[in-house]
């Protein structure tokens, strides 16, 4: 397809369970966003990549969360011994890279929302 | 700290009336500012790009304002539809990874 794709769109963990969460960005796009969403609020910063590299993780909450980009292209959010807050959409976007180094559009992806019980 | 502000956190219109969102921001250095869509179980979509040189900006029957002196942006829509019923968000630009949102005004416009 053409826009970013996420799966699963929906996920329920039992607390404690690992979890991981897939991105396919819009292809080319060098810049991949990691956001964590609260229901009623706005997206939060969790982590960046431009191609294969992690640029800016300084948004994960905790070192439960780990994110990768292996090939530059598809990424997976993972979050281990999941906890019940951590229950949140979690939505990826995509960029291109602007000349002088500006982010672009950010395409987002329809979120994959996580429950925790 | 980078901050971006809105306002109201939320609004109730009749179909066919004007409103105006609003948003202030604290965030250095600037590089654009954003106006995003965001429907219920949806990803938000960009609406407008309003760069440090740029007062006022349409797309359709969104009007974005810009007053990078004072660090306001405001949104406004007219004509409203039912379709408008959604979450807007400002996002504020600062470098390549330092996009700072706010959180959102939710718009409903009741026929």
């Known amino acids: 397809g053409a826009g970013v794709s996420q799966s699963p769109r929906y996920k329920v963990a039992k607390r404690g369970q690992d979890v991981a969460l897939r991105c396919d960005p819009i292809?080319?796009?060098?810049?991949l966003f990691w956001y964590q969403q609260a229901l009623g609020q706005g997206p939060e910063f969790l982590t960046y990549f431009q191609n294969e590299a992690q640029l800016d993780k300084s948004g994960l909450p905790s070192d439960r969360f780990f994110a990768e980009r292996p090939e530059g292209s598809v990424s997976t959010l993972k979050i281990q011994r999941t906890q019940q807050e951590d229950s949140a959409v979690y939505l990826c976007?995509?960029?291109?890279?602007?000349?002088?180094?500006?982010?672009?559009?950010?395409?987002f992806g329809e979120g994959s929302r996580l429950t925790v019980l | 700290k980078n901050q971006v502000e809105q306002s109201p956190q939320s609004l109730i219109i009749l179909e066919g009336k004007n409103c105006t969102l609003q948003c202030n921001y604290t965030v250095s250095p600037f590089s654009n500012l954003r106006w995003y869509k965001q429907d219920t179980g949806r990803g938000p979509v960009s609406l407008t790009i309003m760069t440090f040189s740029e007062n006022t900006k349409s797309n359709g029957r969104y009007t974005a304002t810009l007053d990078a002196d004072t660090k306001q942006s405001s949104l406004h829509i007219t004509a409203s539809q039912l379709s408008d019923s959604a979450s807007y968000i400002c996002v504020v630009y600062s470098s390549a990874s330092k996009i700072i949102f706010g959180s959102g005004t939710r718009l409903s416009i009741r026929p």
């Open positions: 292809s080319g796009h060098v810049s």
């Open positions: 976007a995509s960029s291109e890279e602007l000349a002088g180094g500006d982010t672009g559009e950010l395409f």
